[in-house]
């Protein structure tokens, strides 16, 4: 896959996210927030704010690891959070005025 350097992390992220619980939590409740987005369907934006619950707490033991912590599907795993966080509060807003 050809991808531009901003976002190389994400395909070795898809690429990793087989053998990382965490982070495949992570992707698939991002991934299903697109869809919802894209496609207007409530139950993918149930399913992946459930898979970004089940991600947080993943992430927060994970943390509490010195040596987890500090693995590149965990810093992945955030980056894919924080897309997340954000696209849903840029979907709330819009939906709000």
Known sequence: MNV?????????????SSTDDLLNDALTALVLAQIERSEHENEHLHASAVLYSMAMRK???????????????????????????????????????
Do not use: G
Request: zero cysteines.
């Open 59 to 97: 992430l927060s033991k994970r943390l509490s690891d010195r040596k987890q912590s500090f693995r590149e599907s965990t810093l992945a795993a955030v980056m894919a959070l924080s897309i997340y966080e954000v696209r849903q509060v840029t979907i709330s807003r819009s939906r709000s005025t």
């Open 4 to 16: 531009p350097d901003s976002a190389a992390w994400l395909d070795t992220a898809f690429t990793v």
